[in-house]
C-alpha cells in the first residue's frame, strides 16, 4: 500500500491540466507514476487514486452485496464520474471539466497527499476547510486514535 503525504500547490492551465509535482511523484512506484484514476471526493474535491490503489479500492468495493439498497446507492455514488488519468508527455494530468466543475476548482489546486491517495481540491475550498479547526484537536485525535490502541490490546 502506497504510504503519499504533502501539500502541493499546483496551477492549471486553461485545458485544465496540472503537473504533478516532483516531490509526490518520487513517492510513487515507477508503475505508478503515469497512470491514475480520479473521482468525486467526500467533500466537495477529488481523489485521485494510482492506478494499483484503485484496482485495489474497487475489488473491496465490487465484493459488496448489490441486493443491499444501500450498498448500490455507494457504488453508485462511488463510480460517479471515474475517470482514468494519464501522465502526458510533459507530465501533465488533465482533469476532466465534470470534475473541475463539481469541485469549483479555478486556476489554483491543492494536493493533499495521504495515505493510498491525493485529494484535489480548489484552493479556495481548501483553505475554508482547513481553517475550520476542530474545537480541540486533543479530544478528537484522543477519539480517533485512541480506539487504534483499544483495538491493539485486545489483539
Not at 17 to 33: C, I, N, V, Y
Not at 38 to 56: A, C, H, M, V
Not at 122 to 128: A, F, L
Amino acid at each position: 500500500m502506497a504510504n503519499l503525504f504533502g501539500e502541493y500547490v499546483c496551477k492549471l492551465d486553461a485545458k485544465g491540466r496540472f503537473m504533478l509535482p516532483a516531490g509526490l511523484k518520487k513517492q510513487l512506484s515507477e508503475a505508478d507514476q503515469e497512470r491514475f484514476v480520479i473521482n468525486r471526493g467526500f467533500e466537495k474535491n477529488l481523489t485521485l487514486y494510482p492506478d494499483s490503489e484503485w484496482q485495489k479500492i474497487t475489488k473491496e468495493i465490487n465484493s459488496l452485496n448489490l441486493y443491499n439498497k444501500k450498498n448500490r446507492e455507494f457504488v453508485r455514488y462511488f463510480y460517479r464520474g471515474a475517470s482514468e488519468l494519464n501522465c502526458d508527455s510533459a507530465n501533465r494530468l488533465l482533469l476532466p471539466k465534470t470534475l473541475i466543475d463539481y469541485a469549483a476548482i479555478d486556476k489554483e489546486v491543492i494536493l493533499f497527499a495521504y495515505g493510498n491517495r491525493v485529494e484535489v481540491w480548489s484552493k479556495e475550498q481548501y483553505e475554508n476547510t482547513m481553517s475550520i479547526e476542530p474545537e480541540d484537536f486533543s479530544d478528537l485525535a484522543e477519539d480517533v486514535m485512541g480506539r487504534i490502541n483499544e483495538h491493539k490490546t485486545e489483539d
